[in-house]
C-alpha cells in the first residue's frame, strides 16, 4: 500500500513534526506525558509513515516491503530506511516497529531541533518548549493563519468532528496520537468522537501495526521485572573519608572517583541517617535533562528551607506547571538583555568599589568578590544599598541551607542568639525595597526584579502571596554568594597563570580603549580568551556542584529502580573531571571550548545545573562574570596569596575557595574614572 504523495510538496512538515506538535502542552511549556514504550512506537510509526509516503517503502496485512533504498537526506529517516535495508528477510511492520523503538530518543531529539531551526518552537533554558511567535508562518503553513500546532490540530478536528474525508497524513496523525492516549487531554470526547477515532485508525494498515505493537508487546514487562533485581552499588564510607579530593574539599572530583569504581549510580549509607542515592555521569545528566520532570520533584527537599524565611512556594521549589509559569514571567528579570541595558550603571558601581582598593594591599578573596558583586546586584535587582547588612544575609542563609538542605547542622544552629540577630538583616531589607518601590519613587527608573515581584503579587496574590516576597527578595541578593565566588575562582584562574592574566588583560584593555562598550561589543570575537578562560573556570570550579530531588514517580535508571520517595543527589558536575569528558581533567586548559575539540559540548558539562530547574539567571551571570574580570584586568594586575598558594575548597553549602587565599594587588594598570 503507497499512500498518496500529494501533500509532500506543499506540506512543510514531517510526521515526526506534526506528532511532536501534537504532543506540546502550549500551556505549561513540556511534553504530554506518554509511557515510554508506547511514544517510541509513534514515533517509529511516524518515520515508516513517512517513508512510505515518500515511496521508499510499503505495507501490506503481512509485511513491510523496500520500494527504494535511496537516502532521503533526512537524518531522522535515513538511518531506518538503511537499517530495513540491510536487513535480507521479509517481515512485519510490527516487528520493524518493534526493532527500531530504540532509535526514538535520538529521533525526537533531532525533531525538535528540527522545529527549532525552522523557528516553530523556541527552546527555552531547563528543556522548556513555547511556539516561535515569528513572522511569515502563515506561509509556512499552507496561507493557514497561527501557528504550527494550530495548522495541524485545525486538520484533525476537522476529521474527528466534522466527519470530512480525512487524507493519509492524518490518518496516521490521528493513529499515532490516539496511540500516545493524548487526545482525551486535547479535546472533551464524547462517545461519538471516540467511535469517530477508532474507525478513522482502522482505515490505515500501518495504524494498526503501531497500535499492535503498543498493546501486544511482551518483552517490555519481562524487561522491568528482570531489572528490578538489580542492587545499586553501596559505596563503603572508607572510600569517601580516605579520598584524596575530599581532603581538598573537591566535591565534583570525588563523585568522579566513586563513579568510575561503582558506576554512574551508587549509594552512600552514613551513620544514624537513610541511604543516599547518587547519579553522576554525562549519561545521567542527559537522563536528569530529559526525564527529570516526570520522576524527579524539588519541592520535597526545599520545603524546611523556604519556611525559615516564611515562604511557601517559591521558584526553587515549584515543580510542573507552576514552576514553568512563573520561570516564564520572572524570565526577563533575570535575562541578558535587561543587565545589558543598565551596562552604565554597572560600570560605575564596580569602578566605585575598586577604589578602596590599594595597591600593595592583600584582601581574602572571597569576601572581596562578594562585595564587589553585591555593591552591583543590590541596586541593579532591588534598587537598595544592602553592603551593611549582606554580610548578615549571607550568614543566615549558609547557616540554613546547612540545617535544612545539607542537614549537616542541627535545627537549634539556626536559633542562635547571633542567628537571631542576622535574621533582622531579612527584615531590614524587606522594609528598605518597600520604601523604596512606591509609585513615586519608582518613577522613571529602569525595571528591577523588585518591580516584577511586586506586579506579579498585585496581579494575582494567591500565586504569588506577599508571604513570599521576603524570599524573593533576598534571594535576589544572596546572588551575590554564587556570583561572587565564581567571579573569585575567575581571578584566581587569571592570577595563577601570568600568561594567560596577560591575554585577557589585552583584551580589556582592548574593549575600554574608546570607552565603555555596550552589550554588542561582548561578542564572542572580542572576548574570545576571557570567554574560554570562564568556561574553564565554571568546569574545574562549579559553584554548585550538586543538586537534591524526591522520586515522585519509582523509575529504572541504568537498571537500577529508583524507589518512591527517596532522595537522589544529582553531581551533575562529576563529569567535569571525569576523563573521557574532558581529557586531564585537572589540567586548566582554555583551548578545551575550541574547534574540532569542543569538549563543552556534551551533557557532561553542566554548570548551572540540570532540567527545569537550570539557573533562570545563567544568561545574565555569564555577562556580569565577565565584565567583572574584564575591568578587573583592565585596572589591575593580581597576584595569588600565599605565593604558589594550591587551592583548596570550601565545599558547603556552595563550593568557594578556602579562606586562605587572598588576592594581592601588584599594580594599578589604569586610572579609574567614577
Given at each position: 500500500m503507497v499512500l498518496s504523495t500529494s501533500d509532500v510538496t506543499t506540506n512543510p512538515l514531517s510526521l515526526a513534526d506534526e506528532l511532536v506538535l501534537m504532543l506540546l502542552n502550549e500551556e505549561n511549556g513540556y511534553f504530554h506525558q506518554v509511557p515510554g514504550w508506547d511514544l517510541n512506537c509513534a514515533v517509529i510509526g511516524a518515520v515508516l509513515a513517512e517513508l512510505s509516503l515518500m515511496a521508499r517503502i510499503d505495507t501490506d496485512q503481512d509485511s513491510l516491503f523496500l520500494l527504494d533504498p535511496k537516502p532521503t537526506g533526512n537524518p531522522a529517516l535515513d538511518p531506518v530506511l538503511e537499517e530495513i535495508a540491510a536487513?535480507?528477510?521479509?517481515?512485519?511492520?510490527?516487528?520493524?516497529?518493534?526493532?527500531?523503538?530504540?532509535?526514538?530518543?535520538?529521533?525526537?531529539?533531532?525533531?525538535?531541533?528540527?522545529?527549532?531551526?525552522?523557528?516553530?518552537?523556541?527552546?527555552?533554558?531547563?528543556?522548556?518548549?513555547?511556539?516561535?511567535?515569528?513572522?511569515?508562518?502563515?506561509?509556512?503553513?499552507?496561507?493557514?493563519?497561527?501557528?504550527?500546532?494550530?495548522?495541524?490540530?485545525?486538520?484533525?478536528?476537522?476529521?474527528?468532528?466534522?466527519?470530512?474525508?480525512?487524507?493519509?497524513?492524518?490518518?496516521?496523525?490521528?493513529?499515532?496520537?490516539?496511540?500516545?492516549?493524548?487526545?482525551?487531554?486535547?479535546?472533551?470526547?464524547?462517545?461519538?468522537?471516540?467511535?469517530?477515532?477508532?474507525?478513522?485508525?482502522?482505515?490505515d494498515l500501518l495504524g494498526r501495526s503501531i497500535a499492535a505493537a503498543v498493546s501486544h508487546n511482551l518483552s517490555g514487562p519481562i524487561f522491568r521485572r528482570s531489572a528490578l533485581s538489580k542492587k545499586i552499588p553501596s559505596v563503603p564510607l572508607r572510600k569517601v573519608i580516605f579520598n584524596s579530593n575530599i581532603r581538598k574539599g573537591n566535591i565534583p572530583a570525588l563523585f568522579a572517583d566513586l563513579a568510575k569504581e561503582y558506576g554512574p549510580v551508587f549509594q552512600l549509607r552514613p551513620p544514624f541517617v537513610g541511604p543516599k542515592i547518587f547519579l553522576a555521569g554525562p549519561e545521567m545528566n542527559h537522563w536528569v535533562n530529559r526525564n527529570g520532570r516526570m520522576y524527579l520533584r524539588a519541592k520535597d527537599y526545599f520545603a524546611d528551607f523556604e519556611k525559615v524565611y516564611g515562604a511557601n512556594g517559591v521558584l526553587p521549589s515549584l515543580d510542573g506547571a507552576d514552576h514553568f509559569r512563573l520561570r516564564k514571567s520572572m524570565a526577563p528579570a533575570y535575562s541578558r538583555r535587561r543587565l545589558a541595558g543598565q551596562l552604565e550603571e554597572v560600570y560605575g558601581q564596580v569602578r566605585e568599589h575598586m577604589t578602596t582598593w590599594e595597591v600593595g594591599e592583600s584582601y581574602p578573596a572571597t569576601r572581596m568578590c562578594r562585595r564587589l558583586v553585591n555593591a552591583q546586584i543590590s541596586p541593579l535587582m532591588v534598587s537598595v544599598h544592602s553592603q551593611d547588612i549582606i554580610d548578615d544575609l549571607m550568614t543566615f542563609k549558609e547557616r540554613a541551607l546547612n540545617t535544612h538542605i545539607i542537614g549537616i547542622l542541627p535545627k537549634f544552629m539556626l536559633k542562635t542568639p547571633g542567628m537571631r540577630r542576622r535574621a533582622k538583616a531579612v527584615d531590614t531589607l524587606l522594609e528598605r525595597v518597600q520604601r523604596g518601590h512606591t509609585p513615586a519613587q519608582r518613577a522613571g527608573s529602569p525595571r528591577d526584579l523588585a518591580d516584577d515581584f511586586l506586579s506579579l503579587h498585585a496581579s494575582d496574590p494567591q500565586f504569588v502571596p506577599e508571604a513570599n516576597l521576603t524570599f524573593a527578595f533576598g534571594a535576589a541578593l544572596v546572588a551575590s554568594v554564587y556570583l561572587g565566588d565564581a567571579v573569585s575562582f575567575a581571578l584566581y584562574a587569571m592570577a595563577a597563570h601570568p600568561g594567560l592574566q596577560a591575554r585577557v588583560q589585552s583584551e580589556a584593555d582592548a574593549l575600554f580603549a574608546d570607552g565603555d562598550p555596550d552589550g554588542r561589543d561582548f561578542s564572542l570575537s572580542n572576548i574570545d580568551v576571557t570567554h574560554r578562560m570562564m568556561m574553564e573556570s565554571l568546569r574545574i570550579y562549579p559553584i554548585v556542584p550538586m543538586s537534591m530531588r524526591n522520586v515522585m514517580n519509582s523509575c529504572l535508571v541504568e537498571g537500577y529502580e529508583l524507589p518512591l520517595g527517596s532522595r537522589v543527589h544529582i553531581a551533575q558536575t562529576a563529569a567535569h573531571y571525569m576523563e573521557d569528558v574532558f581529557p586531564e581533567p585537572f589540567k586548566f586548559d582554555i583551548d578545551r571550548y575550541l574547534s574540532p575539540r569542543l569538549e563543552h559540548q556534551s551533557p557532561g558539562y553542566a554548570p548551572y545545573g540540570l532540567g527545569t530547574h537550570k539557573c533562570l539567571g545563567s544568561r545574565w551571570m555569564e555577562l556580569q562574570l565577565t565584565l567583572n574580570v574584564l575591568l578587573v584586568a583592565h585596572h589591575f594586575t593580581l597576584e595569588v596569596q600565599p605565593a604558589n598558594y594550591k587551592l583548596k575548597f570550601s565545599p558547603l553549602p556552595s563550593l568557594k575557595p578556602s579562606k586562605k587565599l587572598k588576592f594581592r594587588i601588584a599594580e594599578q594598570r589604569n586610572e579609574i574614572r567614577v
Open positions: 536487513d535480507q528477510v521479509q517481515r512485519s511492520a510490527q516487528y520493524w516497529i518493534e526493532r527500531l523503538a530504540p532509535r526514538a530518543e535520538s529521533i525526537i531529539d533531532l525533531t525538535l531541533d528540527h522545529l527549532v531551526e525552522r523557528k516553530i518552537l523556541e527552546h527555552h533554558n531547563g528543556d522548556f518548549w513555547t511556539l516561535a511567535r515569528t513572522k511569515g508562518q502563515s506561509e509556512m503553513f499552507n496561507g493557514s493563519a497561527g501557528s504550527g500546532i494550530q495548522f495541524v490540530k485545525t486538520r484533525i478536528t476537522q476529521a474527528i468532528f466534522n466527519n470530512e474525508i480525512p487524507d493519509p497524513r492524518d490518518i496516521i496523525i490521528i493513529c499515532l496520537v490516539n496511540t500516545c492516549d493524548v487526545f482525551r487531554f486535547m479535546f472533551q470526547l464524547d462517545e461519538e468522537a471516540e467511535k469517530r477515532i477508532e474507525f478513522i485508525c482502522n482505515m
